[in-house]
């Protein structure tokens, strides 16, 4: 059984930062792959970034190339996403999942064992 604690979301302007935290605990030794996945309201949830936490190769989709980054802690066991240069349409709750297939692309039905979620809203 895996158990995921998302922290850090909150609000702020466009153009800010944030910083989510996920703490795992549990039966995480079976997967090599963490991600940070995003739903926002009427739409489905889509993926943010994945890392191999093996090695730390990171991934991401397009939309958040070069404003969020994905990092780990092995020592604590968290990961971490660190987002800048927020946008509005980046308003979402914030998932983080333990990946269970051999890809650590953010693709949701790659990943499971969600955690309960952290909202992170943005305004212009």
């Known amino acids: 059984q895996v158990h995921l604690v998302e922290s850090g979301g909150g609000s702020v302007q466009a153009g800010g930062s944030l910083r989510l935290s996920c703490a795992a605990s549990?039966?995480?030794?079976?997967?090599?792959?963490m991600g940070w996945f995003r739903q926002a309201p009427g739409k489905e949830r889509e993926g943010v970034a994945g890392?191999?936490?093996?090695?730390?190769?990171?991934y991401y989709v397009d939309s958040v190339k070069g404003r969020f980054t994905i990092s780990q802690d092995n020592a604590k066991n968290t990961v971490y996403l660190q987002m800048n240069s927020l946008k509005p349409e980046d308003t979402a709750m914030y998932y983080c999942?333990?990946?269970?297939?051999?890809?650590?692309?953010?693709?949701?039905?790659?990943?499971?064992?969600w955690g309960q979620g952290a909202q992170v809203t943005v305004s212009s």
């Open positions: 890392i191999y936490t093996g090695g730390g190769s990171t």
């Open positions: 999942a333990v990946g269970v297939k051999q890809s650590c692309y953010p693709h949701p039905p790659f990943f499971a064992y």
């Open positions: 549990g039966n995480t030794y079976s997967s090599n792959c």
